[in-house]
């Protein structure tokens, strides 16, 4: 809600939060369906030969592939040839960080309800009140700004929990 609104106030009002009630119903069945197996089942199987962390990438990179035919047929005649960046930065770089942060809680907490409300909370935000509708250029923008707040937060609990992603 933060870059929305910042980027509301300072680049153009298109980037006002909208509201879609279907988004919630898309981020609770998301959510709590794909983390039995992100967290509950392939987490910690990469987590005996990665570190927290690099298991955390990996699933993320992954989970973003997951994503890769549903978004392009969902996506690309809207935008365009802004169909890769805006892949690229939605899926590849946002999810990937968030799949780290979910991975952090997880990990200092050994609850996949949590892993689950957190990517419902997530998925069912992005769908419920992104900016709507919007520019191919903007949408790949406020993503692009998204995942850098996002990844700031990774860098946040790697500086302060290691690899480990552990208290």
């Known amino acids: 809600m ?6 509301s106030t300072l680049v153009s009002p298109d980037f006002a939060p ?3 009630a279907l988004g919630i119903i898309i ?6 369906f ?31 592939s997951w994503h890769l035919l549903a978004d392009y047929l969902g996506s690309s ?13 939605m899926m590849i770089l946002a999810m990937t960080a968030m799949r780290v942060l979910i991975a952090w809680v997880y990990n ?13 909370s997530s998925t069912g935000f992005l769908a419920a009140l992104g900016p709507s509708p919007i520019s191919p ?4 923008l406020w993503y692009a700004i998204y995942a850098l707040v996002l990844w ?15 208290r």
């Open 137 to 140: 250029a903007n949408d790949t």
């Open 152 to 166: 700031a937060a990774v860098a946040s609990v790697v500086a302060s929990h290691g690899k480990k992603l552990h």
């Open 27 to 32: 981020g609770l069945v998301a959510g709590f």
């Open 108 to 120: 200092n907490t050994s609850s996949v309800l949590l892993a689950q409300l957190m990517h419902a």
């Open 18 to 20: 909208g509201f879609n």
């Open 2 to 7: 933060a870059v929305l609104l910042t980027l």
């Open 34 to 64: 794909e983390e039995i197996g992100w967290t509950g089942f392939a987490l910690p199987r990469l987590q005996q030969k990665y570190s927290a962390l690099g298991a955390a990438l990996l699933l993320g990179v992954l989970w973003s």
């Open 77 to 89: 005649v809207t935008l365009g040839a802004l169909w890769l960046p805006h892949f690229f930065a």
